[in-house]
């Protein structure tokens, strides 16, 4: 992972101000402290996560993938940006979170965030059976392709306009360890590997 700008990762249980959340959401970021240049996140349950800080000219300054087991509290420290406003955008399998940093002089001010939520297909496993639900995300006809742990094409099928297909794959009989499912639809892809 890129760490373009040498930020101060430090943990700190500090009384919190400030407060811009996401709906529902289970990622909330803050300013610690009043009259600081610190941004603090605090996740609420176990979640995956990509964490990427642009500057205003859209350059990428700082590039993480966080993955939490139960309530995680990180802090970033900002002071050695120059002043100026950037963008922190958090992304899990489910919304994209945006938020706008404006670094004056004093502090950091962060702004209510832009919530944009992904309609994903759903992969179930249990036991020996994969369910893929389109969940409605697709649009137009769709294709599932399914790769083995060596890029060898298994299985492909085309469904027709019905975006809420729903199939059920038994992988009883594979000798694969691993099943990547490619679903492409209206110019969009998706992908998921499953172990097996």
Same mark, same amino acid.
């Given at each position: 992972?890129?760490?373009?700008? =040498?930020?101060?990762?430090?943990?700190?249980?500090?009384?919190?101000?400030?407060?811009?959340?996401?709906?529902?959401?289970?990622? &909330?970021? *803050? $300013?610690?402290?009043?009259?600081?240049?610190?941004?603090?996140?605090?996740?609420?349950? %176990?979640?995956?996560?990509? $964490?990427?800080? /642009?500057?205003?000219? @859209?350059?990428?300054?700082?590039?993480?993938?966080?993955?939490?087991? =139960?309530?995680?509290?990180?802090? /970033?420290?900002?002071?050695?940006?120059?002043? =100026?406003?950037?963008? &922190?955008?958090?992304?899990?399998?489910?919304?994209?979170?945006? /938020?706008?940093?404006?670094? #004056?002089?004093? #502090?950091?001010? !962060?702004?209510?965030?832009?919530?944009?939520?992904?309609? *994903?297909?759903?992969? !179930?496993?249990?036991? #020996?059976?994969?369910?893929?639900?389109?969940?409605? %995300?697709?649009?137009?006809? $769709?294709?599932?392709?399914?790769?083995?742990?060596? #890029?060898?094409?298994?299985?492909? @099928?085309?469904?027709?306009?019905?975006?809420?297909?729903?199939?059920?794959?038994?992988?009883?009989?594979?000798?694969? *360890?691993?099943?990547?499912?490619?679903?492409?639809?209206? =110019?969009?892809?998706?992908?998921?590997?499953?172990?097996?």
């Amino acid at each position: 992972m890129r760490k373009l700008l =040498g930020f101060s990762l430090v943990i700190l249980t500090v009384f919190m101000a400030n407060v811009a959340m996401a709906d529902d959401m289970e990622l &909330l970021v *803050r $300013v610690a402290k009043e009259n600081s240049k610190w941004v603090s996140f605090i996740t609420s349950d %176990a979640k995956e996560f990509d $964490v990427t800080l /642009y500057a205003a000219d @859209e350059e990428v300054l700082y590039q993480d993938r966080i993955k939490t087991v =139960g309530n995680k509290f990180q802090t /970033y420290d900002l002071s050695s940006l120059p002043l =100026g406003t950037y963008q &922190l955008k958090m992304e899990s399998e489910s919304k994209e979170i945006t /938020y706008q940093i404006e670094i #004056n002089e004093e #502090n950091a001010v !962060l702004s209510q965030p832009t919530v944009v939520e992904f309609k *994903r297909p759903v992969f !179930l496993k249990e036991d #020996n059976l994969i369910t893929l639900d389109l969940n409605g %995300a697709c649009a137009g006809p $769709v294709e599932v392709l399914i790769y083995n742990e060596y #890029n060898e094409k298994l299985h492909e @099928e085309v469904y027709g306009e019905n975006t809420k297909v729903s199939k059920k794959f038994d992988v009883s009989k594979t000798t694969s *360890r691993e099943l990547t499912f490619l679903v492409r639809s209206a =110019g969009q892809e998706y992908s998921e590997t499953i172990k097996l």
